[in-house]
């Protein structure tokens, strides 16, 4: 069986639930004769990538183009973009520096890096893969997603969305896939029985960002212990980014980035909320976590279903996700979990306690939740999925 050499581009340095997607789709695929070679920066995600196996080019930053329904240019965020043409020359020589290596495709992790895809598949003459994992703006919006769409018309031979929510924010006209993140994670056995009066255990997974809607949780968790409930919140993740020195101080000062923990830190002191909410930073055995949570919340902004979900599901754990209009591979609203419109505080406290109140129904949403997540995110099934778009492109390029 041929090497297939496939060079990923990953933008985020913190470990986080893209980078370990792909670690665990690239297990799988290198079962198939796929070798990975990442260009990506310096941190964690680094880090996994090679304990993952993969060959790893280390840079200071990746430039990117964000025209995410979040992260978009507008106001003073357009300074960012400064930034991202500062980090140009240095991603420009990452490629450049690569050019002798033998590169069958190009496939970036995240839409933001399609500037450098494009370069990238300029570079070697390879088909390109974009990975969506996140909601774009509404399709013609603006001139920055007409220009989007008129690049992944143009260059990308390939474009996959991880579910039908991002699939939706994209334009017409592409060769569009749907490839859910398998899950590779060790199987959750049989839970105990959640009892009413038992302390209530919510959990969230994830880099710690005020988008990810960890603020408003922690505004929930006070008011369930205004209304009595007993309740605990333990939270996994670190910061995006570290918040020391001149370029911490200057993301802080234009309000790019923010220290999270430290907010959340004093937040909890201020409230008393020491014995409520537990930030545990950056946990590695997320399976043995799972097994202690009774429910985990997804309060995103982003109005999507994120990894955490699919990964309590596998393990038996409903979830509360903010998601406005839920398609059937994020959230089955009464089913899986519940779904609220909007990061609101007094909402997501109503959903927990929902579910704190009735521990049977609560357990039955995490039964369902396991079989659901079972059909939809095998990592086997989704992983060939993926090898079956590498070998089309490559076919049609030997065809050519």
């Known amino acids: 069986m041929s090497v297939l050499r496939v060079l990923y581009l990953h933008p ?93 495709l190009v496939h970036i992790n ?47 031979d390939a ?7 991002v699939a939706r924010t994209l334009g017409p006209g592409l060769a569009l896939h749907v490839v859910h993140n398998g899950l590779g994670l060790r199987r959750g056995g049989e839970r105990a ?11 969230f997974l994830g880099v710690l960002l005020p988008l990810k809607g960890v603020f408003e949780l922690v505004e929930a968790v006070r008011l369930l212990r205004d209304r009595g409930v007993r309740v605990q919140c333990l939270i996994a993740g670190e910061n995006a980014r570290p918040m020391t020195g001149l370029r911490g101080w200057l ?8 220290d999270v923990r430290k907010d959340l830190e004093q937040f909890i002191q201020r409230e008393n909320l020491g014995d409520k909410v537990q930030l545990l930073g950056f946990v590695e055995d997320v399976e043995a976590l799972y097994e202690r949570l009774d429910v985990l919340c997804f309060p995103s902004h982003l109005d ?9 599901a596998f393990h038996g754990v409903p979830s509360v996700v903010v998601i406005e209009n839920p398609l059937s591979d994020a959230v089955l609203h009464g089913v899986t979990g519940l779904a609220v419109p909007t990061p609101d505080p007094v909402l997501i406290a109503d959903a927990l306690e929902r579910l704190a109140a009735d521990p049977v129904y609560c357990q039955r949403l995490g039964a369902q939740a396991r079989f659901w997540a079972d059909e939809t995110f095998s990592i086997r099934a989704n992983a060939t999925r993926m090898m079956g778009i590498y070998r089309q492109l490559l076919t049609v390029r030997s065809a050519d």
């Open 304 to 312: 999507a279903a994120g990894r955490p979900v699919f990964e309590a």
């Open 193 to 203: 029985d959640l009892r009413p009066g038992d302390v209530f255990r919510v959990g």
């Open 251 to 258: 993301l802080g000062r234009f309000g790019f980035a923010r």
């Open 12 to 104: 985020a340095a913190a470990f986080g639930g893209a980078s370990k997607s792909l670690i665990e789709l690239h297990r799988q695929l290198a079962g198939d004769g796929v070798s990975g070679l990442v260009i990506t920066p310096s941190g964690g995600a680094a880090d996994a990538f090679e304990a993952a196996g993969m060959d790893v080019s280390r840079v200071s930053g990746l430039s990117q183009f964000d025209n995410t329904r979040y992260g978009h240019y507008r106001s003073w965020r357009w300074l960012i973009l400064l930034r991202e043409l500062w980090l140009l020359p240095g991603s420009i020589r990452a490629l450049w520096r690569l050019g002798d290596e033998r590169v069958d």
């Open 159 to 165: 474009v996959v969305a991880i579910d039908h929510t």
């Open 110 to 156: 995240e839409i933001t890096l399609l500037p450098l895809g494009m370069l990238a598949k300029r570079i070697w003459r390879v088909p390109l893969v974009v990975h969506t994992r996140s909601l774009q703006c509404r399709p013609g919006s603006s001139w920055r997603t007409r220009l989007i769409q008129a690049w992944l018309v143009k260059f990308a």
